[in-house]
């Protein structure tokens, strides 16, 4: 896996995701689609990409919507990057639920007003 990972299932409109993005720091490069990634852009030493359709194995496809980041310059601001817009974009109450993946670190789920780890991810919750 490189990078970490943010699904999100429910009614996330992209222009509520781009804010929430844009939130933190603003991109200093943003384009797309580029292949089957709809949006790549760079900000504060992180790649993120937005795609709204992903093949990502073990049952993750039941969200719709993957936001990527990846560091540049090692996985410290990434992960950074990937917790603050997880908790930005649940805020705004079009996410039903949200799952953050990454290597060396616990999965985050949030589910019902709630951002918890998991043990590991189910794909039939």
Do not use: K, N
């Amino acid at each position: 896996m490189d990078g970490f990972r943010v699904f999100l299932r429910g009614e996330p409109r992209i222009d509520l995701v781009l804010a929430s993005l844009q939130l933190q720091h603003p991109f200093a490069v943003l384009d797309g689609p580029i292949g089957s990634t709809g949006l790549v852009g760079v900000r504060a030493a992180v790649l993120v990409e937005l795609c709204e359709d992903h093949d990502e194995p073990g049952g993750l496809g039941r969200y719709p919507l993957l936001v990527r980041f990846t560091g540049t310059d090692g996985p410290e601001r990434a992960w950074r990057a990937a917790h603050a817009f997880l908790w930005t974009v649940t805020r705004g109450g079009e996410v039903d639920e949200a799952l953050l993946l990454g290597p060396g670190t616990a999965p985050l789920r949030y589910h019902r007003g709630r951002i918890a780890p998991v043990r590991a991810v189910h794909s039939e919750d």
